[in-house]
């Protein structure tokens, strides 16, 4: 948090003075999806601890760059982290501490860390540093609950975070029918993937029973009260929000019925977050957060069918009574019997293009899932009359214009007749056609 605070204010510094838009401003625009460094400011005075740490890795780009100021930045930051350990070390009475560093930064920056031991030898010659692979959660679990000792299990814990069933994911597997990818003509590579997307279709068809029960179990929830959640991370997390975005200006619906949850938060929509995917116990803590009860419904998103925080929120919106769906693109996905889903969607699109690429078949199979799931629902709760969108939002030029073009159709008026309605009804299609 402290890297990234020093170099917002260096970048909001540069442009107060001389309106200076250097390299660092614009990995930080980048990184944000901001347009100008206006916006930035504007993001400043609203953003959160945590979305701020989240532009540490520009530091360090910056500091490998050659940046003077973000490398001093990382040294300082090193050196004051080395001191408070030595700190605590003498307050302990420990002369050779063993020293567990955890979180992302350490995880993902091998070269801080060498840092920091580098600072901290010279302080503390016996101390033993390492990076712990363990979740900082049961860290705090065993705090929480001081008068017990550590849980046998805490240290028994795998690591691998189902990495070993991600190596015999299908998406995982090579496709033989584009193992000379690299060789290929442009005409060629248009040729395959349109030939792939036939397996999209394929694997829709394979699981329309489970697809049914998908649907009637969401719009069952809706109309009795209850909200539709999408978890995910990644491309399903990105393809989950975007699924969620389009349900209230389509269908006229509260922002709160149809929801998504992304591993990382709003910063992972446009960039990625190093090990966001990995925290199981952050997925269950999004889920909480959102006050999920048993009248929900919370369908989670993973191609592999492994995402640790995917499996987080299903585990935690089970505890809490909602009922579930599993959606992935790996049928082969281990399936122990502790795992118990409402619905369990496996699309069979089989290996990749490009080997691993979930972006590609999975993607375009998990979004017309989720369109299914949530367009069915729908109109299930009565959002569309024949093929039409009488609750869509006319928010803009077009969708003013299609409104107007609907209720002409509907009311058998002129065009200028309907958009009269339409004003006078405040731009509510639905109320325009009752009337």
């Known amino acids: 948090y ?11 510094s540069d442009y107060d003075i001389d309106q200076r838009v250097g390299q660092l401003s614009q990995s930080i625009l980048h990184r944000l999806c ?12 609203t953003a959160d601890k945590m979305s701020v740490a989240m532009l540490a890795p520009v530091v360090f780009e910056a500091a490998k760059r050659g940046h003077k100021e973000m490398l001093s930045a990382v040294h300082g930051g090193a050196q004051i982290l080395a001191a408070f350990t030595a700190s605590v070390a003498k307050r302990l009475e420990l ?5 567990q560093l955890t979180g992302g930064l350490f995880v993902h920056h091998p070269d801080y860390v060498e840092l920091y031991r580098e600072y901290l030898n010279k302080i503390l010659p016996d101390a033993n540093v390492s990076v712990c692979a363990l979740s900082g959660g049961l860290g705090a679990a065993w705090l929480a609950l001081h008068d017990l000792p550590a849980p046998a299990a805490a240290a028994e814990t795998p690591t691998d975070n189902g990495v070993a069933d991600l190596a015999v994911a299908a998406t995982e597997q090579r496709n033989p029918r584009s193992s000379r ?4 003509s442009t005409a060629e590579l248009v040729d395959l993937f349109v030939t792939e997307e036939e ?7 394979a699981t329309h029973e489970q697809l049914v029960a998908a649907v009637e179990l969401a719009s069952s929830a809706l109309q009795n009260g209850g909200r539709l959640f999408y978890v995910g991370a990644g491309t399903s997390g990105r393809l989950g929000v975007l699924d969620a975005s389009e349900i209230p200006p389509t269908f006229g619906t509260a922002p709160q019925l149809v929801q998504g949850i992304i591993a990382g938060g709003a910063t992972a929509l446009h960039s990625a977050v ?8 952050a997925g269950a803590l999004a889920v909480a957060e959102r006050s999920v009860s048993s009248a929900d419904v919370v369908c989670g998103i993973t191609a592999s069918g492994r995402t640790p925080f995917v499996l987080g929120a299903l585990q935690r919106a089970r505890e809490l009574g909602a009922r579930t769906i599993l959606l992935t693109c790996n049928p082969a996905r281990a399936s122990g019997g502790a795992q118990h889903y409402d619905v369990a969607i496996d699309l069979p699109t089989g290996p990749e293009i490009l080997t691993g690429s979930t972006r590609l078949k999975a993607g375009t199979a998990t979004k017309l899932a989720l369109n299914i799931i949530s367009t069915c629902s729908m ?9 039409l969108m009488v609750d869509v939002n006319a928010s803009n030029v077009k969708l003013r214009d299609r409104a107007t073009r609907l209720v002409s159709e509907l009311r058998g ?7 009269s309605v339409l004003e006078q009804a405040n731009w509510n299609v639905r109320t325009a056609l009752s009337d």
């Open 95 to 99: 002369e050779a501490p063993e020293v």
């Open 181 to 184: 990818l690299d060789k290929l």
């Open 199 to 205: 397996f999209v279709r394929q694997a829709l068809a």
């Open 379 to 387: 109109i299930r709760l009565g959002k569309v009359r024949d093929n």
């Open 274 to 281: 190093e090990g966001a995917e990995d925290q199981t116990e």
């Open 413 to 419: 008026c002129s065009y200028q007749d309907a958009a």
């Open 2 to 12: 402290n890297l990234a605070v020093q170099a917002l204010r260096r970048v909001l």
């Open 34 to 45: 901001l347009n100008k460094l206006d916006d930035l400011v504007a993001w400043a005075l």
